[in-house]
C-alpha cells in the first residue's frame, strides 16, 4: 500500500525453503523480481534474493555475507531515505544505515533468534537483536506484548511502538460464501468444519488436535488445514494411520487470494499452540484477525501474546492445552454461542484496517527521515528499502 501511494520500495529476502521448493544446485545466482505483491498489481516493488551456498547450515552463513554486500550496494546505489529491517540480519541493516547517516526502523513481527532452526546459534540471534536494536531510530513492534519484550531487550520506550497487523477487508468480507471449498473437499452442511491456516511447525498443536479427533465417534466432525511445514508429512502418517482419510483434510499450501473462501467455510477456528513453547509467548499470528475479521469463533491456547492482545469477551475463547480445543470448539457449537462470539470477533478485528495501519506507518517513517534531515524535496515522495 506504500507503494501505491508513490514510494519507492526495494526488498531484500532470503530463500527460506530452497531446500523443498527450488531447483538442485549447490549455489544459487542473485535474482532481481519486479513488481512484486500478493494482492495489488503493478505496485513497483522490487524484491531482489542475494545468492547463497545452498548447503543446510552454510546456507545461514552465506547467506549473512551476501545480505551484507546486498545492503551496502543498495544503500549507494538506491541512496534510500529510511532503512527497514524485519529479522535477525537487522544489525547488518542499522550498520550501513550508521555509515551512511540513514534513519534505520527495527519492526519486529517476531522474536526471529527463537526461530533459527540451529538451537546453538540462538544466543548469537539473541545478542545481535540487542546489538541492532541500539542501532535503531525507531523500533516498532507487531502487539503490546513485543513491545514489552523489547523493552526488555534495552529499546528505549521513548523509541518504541506497537504497529499492529491488518487487514483487507475489501477480501476478508463475512459475507462470502464458502460453498466453493465445502463442495471442493466434499463436505457437507451436516460436518463440523474446525479450521487452521499456516505454517505447520512441530509445536504447532495439531498432531494433538489431529489425535483427539481420531477419539471422536461423530464422523461428521472434520479438520481443514491449509499450509506447510515440518510437521506436514507427520500430519500425513497420522492421516493414514487413524483411517482419518475423510476427516483430516491437508489442503496444502493455497493461494493468498483463496484463503477468505477457506475461513468462510469453516464453523470455528484454530490457534492451538503451545503455549509453553517460547517461540509462541510473545506473538500474535496475523491469521487471528483474519479469522476474527471473517465473523469467526476462534479457539486459542493461552498464548501471553494472544491473551494481552485479544482479552476476553471478544471472540477468542482460551483453552490450557492444544488437546482441549476439539472439545471446546464442540461445546461453543452446542451451546448455541457460536453466532455471537463470530459477532465480537468481527466487531473486535474492525479495528485494524490495513488502509489506515498504512497511513501511520507513512507518517512514522516520514517522521524518521524529517528527523534526521534528510527529507527529500518537496512533491517528490520518498523512496524506502524494506530488508
Known amino acids: ?31 532481481i523480481f519486479k513488481n512484486v505483491s500478493k494482492i495489488y498489481k503493478n505496485t513497483g516493488i522490487t524484491l531482489i534474493r542475494p545468492g547463497i ?34 529479522g535477525v540480519v537487522a544489525y547488518l541493516a542499522g550498520r550501513a544505515a550508521k555509515k551512511n547517516r540513514i534513519p534505520f526502523v ?23 537483536e540487542r546489538r541492532a536494536i541500539k542501532l535503531a531510530s525507531r523500533v516498532l513492534t507487531i502487539n503490546k506484548k513485543l513491545r514489552e519484550y523489547v523493552i526488555k531487550m534495552g529499546a528505549p520506550p521513548a523509541r518504541t511502538r506497537v504497529l499492529t497487523a491488518g487487514i483487507d477487508f475489501g477480501q476478508f468480507d463475512p459475507n462470502l460464501s464458502g460453498d466453493q ?26 498432531k494433538e488436535v489431529v489425535a483427539e479427533l481420531a477419539k471422536l465417534n461423530d464422523r461428521h466432525v472434520k479438520l481443514l ?36 473462501l477457506f475461513i468462510a467455510a469453516a464453523d470455528i477456528c484454530l490457534l492451538p499452540a503451545y503455549p509453553t513453547e517460547t517461540i509462541m509467548q510473545d506473538i500474535v499470528p496475523i491469521k487471528m484477525y483474519e479469522y476474527m475479521a471473517m465473523k469467526k469463533t476462534v479457539v486459542a491456547t493461552r498464548l501471553p501474546g494472544v491473551v494481552k492482545e485479544f482479552g476476553e ?34 466487531k473486535f478485528a474492525q479495528r485494524y484496517n490495513w488502509e489506515r495501519i498504512a ?8 517522521k524518521a527521515v524529517r528527523e ?5 524535496p518537496s512533491g517528490k515522495a520518498a523512496p524506502h528499502m524494506i530488508e
Not at 2 to 31: C, M, N, P, Y
Not at 359 to 366: A, D
Open 225 to 260: 488445514i491449509v499450509g506447510e511445514g515440518d510437521a506436514y508429512h507427520e500430519l500425513q502418517e497420522m492421516q493414514e494411520e487413524l483411517g482419518l482419510q475423510d476427516r483430516l483434510i491437508l489442503a496444502g499450501r493455497r493461494p493468498y487470494r483463496e484463503i477468505p
Open 313 to 346: 469477551g471478544n471472540g477468542v475463547v482460551y483453552v490450557d492445552r492444544p488437546e482441549d480445543t476439539v472439545q471446546k470448539a464442540l461445546e461453543i457449537i452446542q451451546d448455541g454461542n457460536l453466532q455471537e462470539l463470530g459477532a465480537k470477533a468481527r
Open 106 to 128: 527495527y519492526y519486529w513481527i517476531d522474536v526471529s533468534h527463537r526461530l533459527i532452526p540451529f538451537k546453538f546459534l540462538r544466543p548469537t540471534g539473541w545478542m545481535v
Open 1 to 31: 500500500m506504500l507503494a501505491l501511494k508513490g514510494h519507492e520500495i526495494r526488498v531484500i529476502d532470503f530463500e527460506i525453503l530452497w531446500q523443498t521448493q527450488s531447483k538442485r544446485e549447490l549455489w544459487s545466482k542473485r535474482k
Open 359 to 366: 497511513n501511520e506507518f507513512e507518517l512514522i517513517l516520514q
Open 181 to 206: 471449498i465445502l463442495k471442493q473437499y466434499e463436505l457437507s452442511d451436516k460436518d463440523v468444519v474446525l479450521f487452521f491456516m499456516g505454517w505447520l511447525y512441530q509445536f504447532s498443536g495439531l
Open 372 to 376: 534526521n534531515k534528510k527529507c527529500p
Open 53 to 86: 551456498i545452498k548447503i543446510p547450515f552454510i546456507d545461514y552463513i552465506s547467506m549473512m555475507l551476501s545480505h551484507w554486500k546486498e545492503i551496502r550496494l543498495q544503500t549507494s546505489q538506491f541512496n534510500p531515505d529510511v532503512i527497514l529491517s524485519f
